[in-house]
């Protein structure tokens, strides 16, 4: 998530005692009677001691507890890149470290502090219209389809803001945004929402998945620019700014003028929908969603993942997610991997004339880098530090050494038979035990057999061994069904697709 200008409260390190507000309440966690300042001191003592003072005093120096509410500690940083860095190196840490000393703890929410404006002033809502003038907004790092190194947005005072102050990066719009297979499907579903007037909507609400890096925060951020321009009210929230904003509306008795507001817009984006913690919170959410849904409003969202694999989210939201239009942003392909660096190149040759790249050196590292946009985007970036720093031509032999780190392969996961059992029941509604026993309705033997099939091309186990496993079959069993799997999903595209996300699901 990206770092934007802000022009609302900074959520305060203290607990917050939250009043009731019609019929949501929220309250402040005291751990074993003492303050949570003194609980987040002994957190920061635990971290010191693991990592040592130089580590400690590079990353968590100042990272600052703004509140502790049901079970969940919401944490800020000042900078959007030590959010990430943290995200990235020390996500578990944090977490398990923060269980120990908050013994209710079951999750850690990160995001970016701003300096409040006036630390009066109750967090609010603002619908942009064309007729706004521009501010500007901080530049963030391109994600797939967007160009990095283009020049700082120019927005709106009245950027289109959201409950906490995020602006919109005028850099992802749907014109820079590089369109293959991959995300095809997606970026026409967004375009024909952004198009649509008001209440008439094809697609609503509109979901969208994808793993990171692959372009769904450039999208949602193209929709709410594109719907902002037909003359549409527009509120776009990250899930921490979406939480931020209810908790301080809470503190500052703004709850009811905060929900009302929200209710009357347009389009409402919500950008990493799995973030969202608490169940009053939640609660919120799903009545937002609900009302604007009943009265014709359009709701675009984006998850990692579908939405009905979001287990930490309430079952009705996730219902109500999963009943609009459901698109996967999929993995990048070679060729939409070549034009997002050949973007991301330009963008750079642009401020840099002398920096010059060649389509050899193009094709090779959009052939080895194969993960993420964000990753393509770090990869060009090494190769203008190294052409710009060492006054060197970059060739295929300096471009090697300049990305070696974005293409070290990994280890993949080590896969267990058990885990791929519980998926796959998860996954066809049936019961670990179903797949395990003698049972041969439809509804068990494909589960049955799709896990039988995984178990053969994830894991190195025998076919008597997975037989075994599978309720003591024999290995002709398992056989078997290995074969029928591999050869309906060379007749089912579907069958195909599911597979694959079940391999990958169990992979990552």
Known sequence: MFERQEAVDTIEAAPLQLPRVDTVAETTVTVDGDSLTEAWERVRRRLRAELGEDVFSSWFGRLEIASFIEGVAYLTVPTRFLKSWLEAHYAERLRVNCMAELPECNGVVLSVRQVARDASAAPRVEV???????????????????????????????????????????????????????????????????????????????????????????????????????????????????????????????????????????????????????????????????????????????????????????????????????????????????????????????????????????????????????????????????????????????AEAAIRDLVRTREPRRVKIEDIQKLVATRYNVSRADILSERRTAAVVKPRQIAMYLSKALTPRSLPEIGRRFGGRDHTTVLHAVRKIEKAISEDRSLHEEVDLLKRMLQE
């Open 128 to 398: 942009a219209l064309r007729s706004r003038p521009a501010t500007t907004v901080n530049p963030a790092p391109a994600e797939a389809g967007k160009p990095a190194g283009a020049p700082a947005a120019q927005a709106g005072e009245g950027e289109t803001v959201d409950a906490c102050g995020a602006t919109l990066d005028r850099r992802m719009s749907f014109q820079s945004f590089v369109v293959g297979k991959s995300n095809q499907l997606a970026f026409a579903a967004a375009e024909r929402i952004a198009a649509a007037p008001a209440g008439q909507s094809p697609y609503n609400p509109l979901y969208l998945h994808a793993g990171v890096g692959l372009g769904k925060t450039h999208l949602l951020q193209a929709i709410a620019q594109e719907a902002r321009n037909q003359g549409k009210r527009v509120a776009y929230f990250t899930a921490d700014r979406f939480m931020y904003g209810f908790v301080a509306a809470l503190k500052s008795q703004t709850a009811l003028a905060f929900k009302e507001k929200l209710r009357g817009i347009d389009l409402l984006v919500v950008d990493d929908v799995q973030f969202i913690q608490g169940k009053s919170i939640q609660q919120e959410f799903g009545h937002t969603i609900n009302a604007l849904l009943d009265a014709g409003k359009q709701i675009v969202v984006a998850g990692d993942r579908l939405a009905g694999e979001l287990e930490a989210l309430d079952e009705r939201i996730r219902s109500r997610l999963g009943g609009g239009l459901v698109v996967e942003v999929g993995e990048l392909d070679e060729a939409l991997r070549g034009k997002i660096l050949a973007s991301r190149l330009e963008a750079l040759q642009s401020a840099h004339p002398a920096f010059q790249v060649s389509p050899d050196v193009v094709a090779y590292v959009s052939r080895v880098v194969a993960t993420n946009g964000r990753d393509l985007d770090g990869a060009a970036n090494r190769l203008l530090a190294h052409a710009t720093l060492s006054g060197q031509l970059v060739t295929l032999e300096t």
